[in-house]
């Protein structure tokens, strides 16, 4: 039974700094490259961070250069999001996302999702 059981969210002050855990299990996590999305009410999920399978890559939304790093623990099948100098458009639900990927054929599996919310 695949699951990804995100924690680490709660209410931050602007400035302030959370770091997200994704736990995974059910699946070969280390041939999985390993996304963070996030969707704010109203609007469309949107890619957050990602990193490859062996963690040598990551990319990153332009709104969370500089304040955002991805990074995994193969050997704890986790997968990582350390926020810093968090602003109140980063409040949103974040989700953790494995895309799987054998030739052209891709799949993925979604976490329940961890509330991030700014304390104003």
């Known amino acids: 039974q695949v699951q990804l059981v995100e924690s680490g969210g709660g209410l931050v002050q602007p400035g302030g700094s959370l770091r997200l855990s994704c736990a995974a299990s059910?699946?070969?996590?280390?041939?999985?490259?390993m996304s963070w999305y996030r969707q704010s009410p109203g609007k469309e999920r949107e890619l957050v961070a990602a990193?490859?399978?062996?963690?040598?890559?990551?990319n990153y939304a332009d709104s969370v250069t500089g304040r955002f790093a991805i990074s995994r623990d193969n050997a704890k099948n986790t997968v990582y999001l350390q926020m810093s100098s968090l602003k109140s458009e980063d409040t949103a639900v974040y989700y953790c996302?494995?895309?799987?990927?054998?030739?052209?054929?891709?799949?993925?599996?979604w976490g329940q999702g961890t509330q991030v919310k700014g304390d104003a």
């Open positions: 996302n494995a895309l799987g990927s054998v030739g052209k054929v891709k799949w993925d599996y």
């Open positions: 059910g699946f070969t996590f280390s041939r999985y490259a």
């Open positions: 990193i490859t399978s062996t963690g040598g890559s990551t």
